[in-house]
């Protein structure tokens, strides 16, 4: 005979499922794939390219909950465009279309603009404070409005000269190995940060703070984030509680070891930045103007953890853009062909492009435009996280629900986009302002409502001096072997968070002897 005490457990066990599984069945929720009792949705999700299956979700589930007058009074909102899963009691809605996002991130930003609580990227591994993943509090308000004091739209043209040096030492490293195109970009968003954070300017590629990025920011993008930055103590948060040698716990082991890094990472620049401050050595930057000018919402951990935020923020970014670009200038040459026509015709071939001729050059603008939504460099945003029940045409969406943003899938609306596969900068010409400007990817790309990207001028503004640079002096075509066989590029996507294709192979050579002298003489 059983014990009373096993009797209850079970019996409280058994509630405990049903709950969960009753609440799971709800029937105004967002449909979706039909979850396994208890377990809900885990054996649905994949590793892969989530955003492909996800979107196929939402166009395959979203439809079933409409009734035929919704259907009807949604013909500009595409119906299909919102599912939801079930990961044990987690709720996690993707919105595929733009509409779904504006409504509810945008719209409704007040209570969808809070990070989900990972108990393995926050707690385990230190880094809960950085502001990608920070809760939607007072501090994090006073973050980002002093983040975009140093890198808003109006402050970026003082980093012009900054960014241009970038891009010729860049441009050098490219000609010389560009097999290490990877390493190049990484310098050059880490040299961009490391001046406009902490006012240091690093001298080469050994920088050791340059160093330090590399290695945690691989730690970050291939082990804590790897398979989407959910693990099996996220789910189950009772796992933290277990000792490190427990069969299975092997997760705690790796996060002592990272979030040590992850520490030094977050400490070390923002020390450096502090004793060039009282040597009187910094370089104007987001650091010293913080320590300097300390005020009441302002301090040291805030500082640091705000730097860091941006240091870390712009590095795999970047990286997964200029990657699609080269992909895309290796796929559609006649592209990069008619873009190199546009730049000779309009600056010449005796100088270098500059910001002042960004108005003349509307093909060069349309081909970054296509690099944005063709590339979609993360392509499931960052999670956002409501905090209050809500209801999104009729359908229950629960207080602390995960929201989760498809731009690969809107991104790739054919009813905005018609072949939306294929790299076409065409697609931005001979349409009305009003088209134009809704079908401008950077509504999409950046992110949604209080959360979105607070980087992206400066983000846009380096990435259009790269492209129309590389496009100035630069050849980038497929490489060929030894018997003179064309190599095509693989494209694999191994990162489940940003669609940065793994390393591609291919040929970088000046586009003349005059080009090879700008580059070099500048
Ligand atoms: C290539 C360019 C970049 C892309 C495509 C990009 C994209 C994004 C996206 C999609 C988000 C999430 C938005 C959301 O949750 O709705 C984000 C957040 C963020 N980005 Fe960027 N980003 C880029 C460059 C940068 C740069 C250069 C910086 C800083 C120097 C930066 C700083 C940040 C920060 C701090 C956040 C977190 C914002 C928050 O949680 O409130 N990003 N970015």
Redesign the pocket.
């Known amino acids: 005979m059983d014990s009373p005490i096993t009797v209850l457990t079970t019996l409280l066990v058994a509630i405990g499922v049903s709950l969960l599984w009753f609440r799971g069945v709800r029937k105004d929720y967002p449909p979706g794939p039909p979850p396994i009792p208890v377990l809900g949705n885990v054996l649905d999700f994949t590793l892969k390219e989530l955003w492909i299956t996800a979107a196929k979700w939402t166009r395959d589930y979203g439809m079933s909950f409409l009734s035929t007058s919704t259907y009807l009074s949604t013909f500009h909102n595409p119906p299909g465009d919102v599912c939801r899963l079930r990961v044990l009691n987690w709720n996690i809605v993707f919105l595929g279309s733009y509409e779904a996002a504006d409504q509810l991130?945008e719209k409704r930003g007040a209570i969808y603009?809070d990070?989900p609580t990972l108990q393995m990227s926050g707690e385990l591994c230190g880094i809960e404070k950085?502001?990608?993943?920070?809760k939607y509090d007072a501090t994090?308000k006073s973050q980002?409005r002093h983040?975009q004091h140093t890198?808003g739209t109006r402050v970026i043209p003082t980093y012009y000269p900054l960014i241009q040096s970038q891009t010729l030492t860049v441009l050098r490293s490219l000609v010389d190995t560009p097999e290490d195109y990877v390493t190049h970009l990484r310098n050059l968003?880490g040299g961009?940060?490391l001046s406009?954070?902490y006012g240091h300017s690093p001298q080469d590629g050994n920088d050791k703070f340059l160093l330090m990025a590399t290695e945690c920011l691989s730690i970050l993008a291939n082990d804590i984030t790897s398979g989407g930055g959910i693990w099996a103590v996220d789910v189950f948060p009772f796992f933290r509680h277990l000792p490190a040698w427990f069969p299975g716990a092997g997760f705690k082991k790796k996060a002592q070891i990272w979030k040590v890094k992850m520490q030094e990472f977050v400490d070390a620049p923002f020390l450096h930045a502090k004793k060039c401050v009282v040597e009187g050595t910094i370089l104007p930057s987001f650091c010293s103007k913080m320590l300097l000018d300390q005020s009441e919402d302002t301090n040291e951990d805030m500082i640091k953890h705000?730097a860091n935020?941006?240091?870390a923020?712009?590095a795999d970014?970047?990286i997964?853009?200029m990657s699609q670009f080269i992909l895309a200038m290796l796929q559609y040459p006649e592209v990069m062909r008619k873009a190199q026509e546009e730049i000779d015709r309009v600056v010449g071939t005796g100088r270098l492009p500059e910001y002042r001729d960004r108005e003349s050059l509307p093909y060069v603008e349309a081909v970054l435009s296509e690099v944005?939504r063709w590339g979609v460099?993360?392509p499931l945003?960052?999670?956002?996280c409501s905090t209050e029940d809500d209801f999104y045409r009729g359908m229950f969406i629960p207080k602390g629900t995960i929201v989760v943003?498809n731009?690969w899938a809107m991104l790739r609306d054919e009813t905005l986009y018609p072949n939306a596969n294929l790299f076409d900068p065409e697609r931005f010409f001979n349409v009305d302002k009003e088209l134009r400007a809704k079908i401008d990817p950077r509504n999409v790309?950046?992110?949604?409502?209080?959360?979105?990207?607070?980087?992206?001028d400066?983000?846009?503004s380096?990435?259009w001096l790269l492209v129309v640079s590389m496009l100035a002096t630069l050849n980038i075509s497929k490489k060929v072997d030894r018997e003179g066989g064309i190599i095509e590029p693989k494209v694999v996507y191994s990162n489940s968070f940003f669609r940065v294709p793994d390393r591609i192979v291919f040929d970088i050579k000046p586009r003349s002897r005059q080009a090879l002298e700008l580059i070099a003489e500048m």
């Open positions: 991130l603009s990070r950085l502001v990608p993943l920070s994090f980002r983040i890198i968003t961009l940060s406009v954070v705000s935020s941006m240091f923020a712009s970014t970047t997964t853009t944005w460099p993360s945003n960052l999670p956002h943003a731009l790309v950046f992110g949604f409502g209080r959360r979105r990207c607070p980087g992206v400066l983000a846009e380096a990435i």
